[in-house]
T-cell receptor, first 115, second 109 residues
Framework: DGGITQSPKYLFRKEGQNVTLSCEQNLNHDAMYWYRQDPGQGLRLIYYSQIVNDFQKGDIAEGYSVSREKKESFPLTVTSAQKNPTAFYLC??????????????FGEGSWLTVV | DAKTTQPPSMDCAEGRAANLPCNHSTISGNEYVYWYRQIHSQGPQYIIHGLKNNETNEMASLIITEDRKSSTLILPHATLRDTAVYYCVLSGSARQLTFGSGTQLTVLP
């Protein structure tokens, strides 16, 4: 099936540790995004990438890092510098050609809890 | 970036139409209006989008005012499974993906 796969669904991290959240898409989309969502709040943009080997900071990039070595993959690392990392993380992708239009599709999300 | 304004919550009786408003008074000419919904602990689900004209699909209808400063999402026959948070989002360039707090729609039996 086509879509966006995020893993793991649930992740627990000890303070001071880095963790990496995986996001893979088989929609052949050029653009990919990472959002953070806190309970009862909307989505905030962390990082986005419009093409392989290129990415840009979003509104809340501090304490996070990304890479885009392959078109289908856009992993997010939550570093120890992120002071309040407990949140729901959402990956999304969007095509930029006429066939797929500009619709953004989301994965099912990853819950990160710092213990 | 352009932003949207939505009421924080709305109720609707099951089987009736649910009309969810959104204000986007600073929308740019090339920005589309998108609607998504999110059920707790799941990723947002795409519903519908439009630029200038009204749109309809199997899930909903989207009414955009002529000046494009506001829009309304219509769920024609709401069911209990439509209970969710609904987001009105503007999408132009990749940088302009602004999510507000959305509207919590509760469909009542």
């Amino acid at each position: 099936d086509g879509g966006i796969t995020q893993s793991p669904k649930y992740l627990f991290r000890k303070e001071g540790q880095n963790v990496t959240l995986s996001c893979e898409q088989n929609l052949n989309h050029d653009a990919m995004y990472w959002y953070r969502q806190d309970p009862g709040q909307g989505l905030r943009l962390i990082y986005y990438s419009q093409i392989v080997n290129d990415f840009q900071k979003g509104d809340i990039a501090e304490g996070y890092s990304v890479s885009r070595e392959k078109k289908e993959s856009f992993p997010l690392t939550v570093t120890s510098a992120q002071k309040n990392p407990t949140a729901f993380y959402l990956c999304a992708s969007r095509g930029t050609d006429r066939g797929s239009g500009n619709t953004i599709y989301f994965g099912e999300g990853s819950w990160l809890t710092v213990v | 970036d352009a932003k949207t304004t939505q009421p924080p919550s709305m109720d609707c009786a099951e089987g009736r139409a649910a009309n969810l408003p959104c204000n986007h008074s600073t929308i740019s000419g090339n920005e589309y209006v998108y609607w998504y919904r999110q059920i707790h602990s799941q990723g947002p689900q795409y519903i519908i989008h439009g630029l200038k004209n009204n749109e309809t699909n199997e899930m909903a209808s989207l009414i955009i005012t002529e000046d494009r400063k506001s829009s309304t999402l219509i769920l024609p026959h709401a069911t209990l499974r439509d209970t969710a948070v609904y987001y009105c989002v503007l999408s132009g360039s990749a940088r302009q993906l602004t999510f507000g707090s959305g509207t919590q729609l509760t469909v009542l039996p």
